[in-house]
C-alpha cells in the first residue's frame, strides 16, 4: 500500500520560515520524480516544485529564490525549505509523486500552511 504522509505545516508570521516533509511507503522512491503543488481557498491547485529522480529541480516563478525541494532516498523523503513567506503563500500543500513509466502517481493528504501577521 503506498502512504505519503506530509508533515511541518503550521501558521507562521509573514518573513518567517517553514521546513515541509513528505516521507513515502510502498514505493520504489528513488525511481519517482516528486513535487510539491498548493491549493488556497478558491484556487486551483498549482505547481511549487519538483524533482527527478536524478536530482533536477523546477520551481514555480512565485517561489524561485526562496523555496528550495531536496530529497534524501535513502529516508524516502522529499523536503521543501520555505524561506521569506508571504501572505499569499498561504494554502493546503500537497506532496506527489510520480513514474511516467509506469503509469503510476500518488497524492498525499496535504498540510496546511498560513502566513499571517
Known amino acids: 500500500q503506498v502512504q505519503l504522509v506530509e508533515s511541518g505545516g503550521g501558521l507562521v508570521q509573514p518573513g518567517g520560515s517553514l521546513r515541509l516533509s513528505c516521507t513515502t511507503s510502498g514505493i520504489t522512491f528513488s525511481m519517482y520524480g516528486v513535487g510539491w503543488y498548493r491549493q488556497a481557498p478558491g484556487k486551483q491547485r498549482e505547481l511549487v516544485a519538483t524533482i527527478s529522480g536524478l536530482g533536477n529541480t523546477n520551481y514555480a516563478d512565485s517561489v524561485k529564490g526562496r523555496f528550495t525541494i531536496s530529497r534524501d532516498n535513502a529516508k524516502n523523503t522529499v523536503y521543501l525549505q520555505m524561506n521569506s513567506l508571504k501572505p499569499e503563500d498561504t494554502a493546503l500543500y500537497y506532496c506527489?509523486?510520480?513514474?511516467?513509466?509506469?503509469?503510476?502517481?500518488?497524492w498525499g493528504q496535504g498540510t496546511q500552511v498560513t502566513v499571517s501577521s
Open positions: 506527489n509523486v510520480w513514474n511516467l513509466s509506469w503509469g503510476r502517481n500518488y
